[in-house]
């Protein structure tokens, strides 16, 4: 049973530049969250995506926006990269329906030089 | 005020010892209520999940919560060193998820 994986697992950019990170959903979930985790503070909430649309979204700019796909895979695009970006961007998934648990991928880890 | 807080520690206990982590918050809306074991370089891995007040046990782990006081916690029994890692609560509200900043344990042999 595949869990949450994420790709790439690093990736080193330059202020200004854009970047897009992936996430494939662990078997059977159709709902994925995005959170951004700085160094030695808990994971933040980005935003979540539903049937294809954002549903829910955390205290974060129009710089980071994010996709989902028929396959329930998702995306998560940040533009006009901040040095403020650089961190772990955790992607976590679940079922809509009930107040189910989110599994977490490992993450993919954001330097901004 | 933030909405969930966690002391961060280093809690550092011998092997076998229980271990005590602790979560408090202030929005009394919190339906469920879980915690996350990260290790180093990895995302967090699910541990318990409740959404009633009381104790839910699952091996050497039992999750505490207290809604009257806004208050949760995790023990854990017999600690290994494997148990080495960061310990986030996350409290959970209309599907949107709230965490603590998480506590590191480091248990030595």
């Known amino acids: 049973d595949a869990g949450v994986t994420q790709s790439p697992t690093h990736l080193i950019k330059t202020r200004g530049q854009q970047v897009t990170l992936r996430c494939s959903p662990k078997s059977g979930h159709d709902t994925v969250s995005w959170y951004q985790q700085a160094l030695g503070q808990g994971p933040q909430f980005i935003f979540q995506y539903y049937e294809e649309e954002e549903r829910q979204r955390g205290n974060f700019p129009d710089r980071f926006s994010g996709h989902q796909f028929p396959n329930y895979s998702s995306e998560l695009n940040v533009n006009a990269l901040l040095l403020g970006d650089s961190a772990l961007y955790l992607c976590?998934?679940?079922?809509?329906?009930?107040?189910?648990?989110?599994?977490f991928g490992d993450g993919t880890r954001l330097s901004i030089l | 005020q933030k909405e969930v807080e966690q002391d961060p520690g280093p809690l550092s206990v011998p092997e076998g010892a229980i271990v005590s982590l602790n979560c408090t918050y202030s929005?009394?809306?919190?339906?469920?209520f879980m915690w996350y074991r990260q290790y180093s370089r990895k995302g967090p891995e699910l541990l318990m999940y409740?959404?009633?007040?009381g104790n839910k046990e699952d091996g050497r782990f039992t999750a505490q919560v207290d809604k009257s006081s806004k208050y949760i916690s995790l023990f854990i029994r017999d600690s290994q060193p494997s148990d080495s890692a960061t310990y986030l609560c996350?409290?959970?509200?209309?599907?949107?998820?709230?965490f603590g900043s998480g506590t590191k344990l480091n248990v030595k042999p």
């Open positions: 409740t959404y009633s007040s």
């Open positions: 929005n009394s809306a919190f339906q469920y």
């Open positions: 976590a998934s679940s079922l809509m329906s009930g107040n189910q648990p989110q599994h």
């Open positions: 996350a409290m959970g509200l209309e599907r949107k998820f709230y």
